[in-house]
């Protein structure tokens, strides 16, 4: 079993900046991949960048450039640095755990980009 917290969405005008965070406990020894989706109202879940262990990072088109996705080990926490926002960014972010065919996810951190 994995559990999830993201924290760190809000509100934030366009071109602004927001740091996400992830903090991940349990049986964190078995985690192939962290990540971090988001689904925005009226849309489905969609990838926005994966970390997978000992992998390189992959990032959705939509948000190369701009977010960065990184981990600390010592704090089992995975982070998505979201530079340059749109408000096409706007929706709630979940981070993703995928653990063997298992995927666990966070209670979601809602982000709202002004325009």
């Known amino acids: 079993q994995v559990q999830l917290v993201e924290s760190g969405g809000g509100l934030v005008q366009a071109g602004g900046s927001l740091r996400l965070s992830c903090a991940a406990s349990g049986s964190l020894f078995n985690i192939a991949t962290m990540g971090w989706y988001r689904q925005a109202p009226g849309k489905q879940r969609e990838l926005v960048a994966t970390?997978?262990?000992?992998?390189?990072?992959n990032y959705a088109d939509s948000v190369k450039g701009r977010f960065t996705i990184s981990r600390d080990n010592a704090k089992n926490t995975v982070y998505l640095q979201m530079n340059s926002l749109k408000p096409e960014d706007t929706g709630v972010y979940y981070c993703?755990?995928?653990?063997?065919?298992?995927?666990?996810w966070g209670q979601g951190t809602q982000v709202f980009v002004s325009s």
């Open positions: 970390m997978p262990r000992g992998g390189s990072t």
């Open positions: 993703n755990a995928k653990v063997f065919v298992y995927d666990y």
